[in-house]
C-alpha cells in the first residue's frame, strides 16, 4: 500500500485516543461504550493496532484533542480506497474501527510489559502508613 500524499491525508478519519479510552466519559470524549473501551491507550499502541489490521494510518504528535488539549498526538487512518472500496472489508465505519482497535489494544506487546511492571510495583509489600486516618493526637 502506498503512502498517500499531504492533500489526501486530509480525507482520512481521525482517531484521538480519547476515543476508546475507558478512564474517560462521555462529555470528556469517549465515543464507545466502556465495556468495549480500553485503559489509557496510546498513539503509537493505536497505529501499531491499524497496521495489524492492514490499514494505511499516520500519527500525527503536533495535535491534540480540544477538550483534553494535554493529551497530545492523534492517529489518521484511511478506510477506503478513493473509487470507494474498502481496504479491510470487516471494517466498514469509524465506529467500528474505534471498537476493533479497542479489542486489540490490551493484547499490545508492549501493553503487557507494562502491566506486569505496575503490578509488580503495587505488591511491593505494606506500606508503613496505619490504615487509620486523620492527626495524630498528643
Known amino acids: 500500500m502506498d503512502i498517500a500524499n499531504s492533500e489526501d491525508i486530509k480525507k482520512w478519519i481521525v482517531l484521538y485516543p480519547v476515543y476508546i479510552n475507558s478512564k474517560k466519559t462521555i462529555a470528556e470524549g469517549r465515543r464507545i461504550s466502556v465495556s468495549k473501551a480500553c485503559e489509557n491507550p496510546t498513539c503509537m499502541e493505536i497505529g501499531d493496532c491499524c497496521s495489524h489490521l492492514k490499514l494505511p494510518y499516520r500519527i500525527e504528535v503536533d495535535k491534540a484533542y480540544s477538550r483534553d488539549f494535554m493529551q497530545v498526538g492523534r492517529v489518521r487512518v484511511l478506510l477506503k480506497r478513493e473509487d470507494g472500496t474498502l481496504l479491510n472489508p470487516a471494517i466498514s465505519s ?3 474501527l474505534m471498537v476493533h482497535v479497542a479489542e486489540l489494544v490490551p ?4 501493553r503487557a510489559k507494562k502491566q506486569e511492571a505496575s503490578s509488580a510495583s503495587s505488591n511491593a509489600g505494606p506500606s508503613s502508613k496505619s490504615g487509620k486516618g486523620g492527626r495524630k493526637k498528643r
Do not use: D, F
Open 107 to 110: 493484547r499490545h506487546p508492549g
Open 94 to 96: 469509524r465506529k467500528q
